[in-house]
């Protein structure tokens, strides 16, 4: 994975969802997305929201839909932790909400401490209604993002475009 | 610390006299009973019954999602402590259009009554400052809740009241409690409305 790469499939997520209606781009700031954001900031329409905890991202998403607004939650696996409580929210009200998860602990970690939530991202987001879209390859790339947005559109359905280790690396320490 | 003198009950119809004119988000519990008997559980209401903590962020991605209305958030301290960070947010996003209420009763009314933070010695009103919200107001008695009204409508926004009342009761409103048909009560009425 090298910085062109990283801007590369940064781009294309970023032109996606732009593309689908989502404006708010609520993060918290993570290797995986951070290009995605740079992005957001130099857009008009785009509008990026630095968050304290991810889990807040869950319920800016939730106040978007709510005016007909699309949002996206950008994160790191470790995050994912962080927002069972809101996720209720948005299960029980179906608001369909669109998450973009950045891996660690999942392929080639050498940091121990991020297993236990990289290893539970799955079992988490798929309790609390999640969908997911996993990204291993540059293949799988447009069409896990076409998936997720017309399954958080049209579809009605909370979903996650999953940025795998094997996709975007190992942080070397 | 002074002692609350405000019955929550006699708050919201004065500190917001023309309900109407916002898109509303509460938290759980009192809160939201105060705010459905406000509104008459309006569909420009959406209150919660779970998810605590959740309030202040909901009703950001509505302000910075409806720029063109007035949006409140009507919570309580418990709820509101649940989610402190997200008057950081609040205050680093900066929407125009957003004012948060906190009704400050010192207790978890809704599960019997136990003393919470601001009990304490916690002080809302700093932690709201201290987040980097610059319009914020405290109320302590009846005298100063006209002057808060012309606060919500009148400072720069976003918009931080702590109301201190007394552990008393709630409004009894049975409001409509299915997350479900409440959003799409609020969102068909907001995409009509535009």
């Known amino acids: ?173 | 610390m002074s002692v609350a003198t405000i019955d929550r009950r006699d708050l919201l119809a004065k500190l917001i006299p023309n309900p109407d004119d916002y898109l509303i988000v509460t938290g759980l519990a009192g809160a939201a009973k105060d705010a459905a008997e406000l509104t008459d559980d309006g569909d420009n209401l959406f209150t919660m019954a779970g998810a605590m903590g959740a309030a202040v962020s909901m009703g950001l991605g509505v302000a910075m999602s409806a720029p063109d209305r007035q949006v409140l958030v009507i919570t309580g301290d418990g709820e509101l402590m649940m989610n402190m960070g997200g008057l950081a947010t609040v205050a680093s996003a900066a929407p125009k259009n957003f004012s948060i209420i906190c009704i400050d009763n010192g207790v978890h009314g809704e599960t019997g009554g136990q003393l919470g933070h601001t009990s304490r010695g916690v002080d809302l009103e700093m932690i709201a400052k201290g987040s980097g919200l610059t319009s914020v107001m405290k109320v302590t008695n009846d005298d100063e809740i006209a002057e808060a009204a012309k606060f919500i409508t009148g400072s720069a926004a976003p918009r931080f009241i702590v109301v201190k009342v007394t552990d008393g009761p709630t409004a009894t409103y049975k409001r409509n409690m299915d997350p479900t048909a409440c959003r799409l009560r609020f969102r068909n009425a907001y995409l009509a409305s535009v």
Request: proline letters at 4%; a negative charge; glycine letters at 10%.
């Open chain 1, 1 to 173: 994975m090298t910085d062109s790469d990283r801007d590369e499939w940064s781009a294309q997520i970023f032109d996606q969802m732009i593309d689908a209606g989502v404006t708010l781009f609520s993060y918290i700031p993570d290797f995986g997305n951070a290009k995605i954001i740079e992005l957001a900031e130099a857009h008009n329409e785009a509008q990026p929201v630095l968050l304290t905890t991810e889990e807040e991202g869950v319920a800016v998403c939730a106040g978007a839909d709510l005016v007909g607004t699309r949002g996206v939650l950008c994160m790191q696996s470790s995050g994912v932790g962080n927002c069972p409580n809101f996720l209720s929210l948005v299960k029980g009200g179906n608001f369909p909400i669109l998450m973009v998860v950045s891996m660690r602990g999942d392929y080639g970690e050498q940091n121990p401490w991020q297993y236990p939530l990289g290893q539970a991202v799955d079992s988490l987001l798929e309790a609390m209604g999640v969908l997911l879209f996993k990204v291993d390859s540059q293949e799988d790339l447009e069409p896990a993002i076409t998936a997720a947005l017309a399954t958080s559109g049209k579809g009605g359905k909370s979903a996650a475009i999953i940025l795998t280790q094997r996709f975007i690396g190992a942080k070397a320490f």
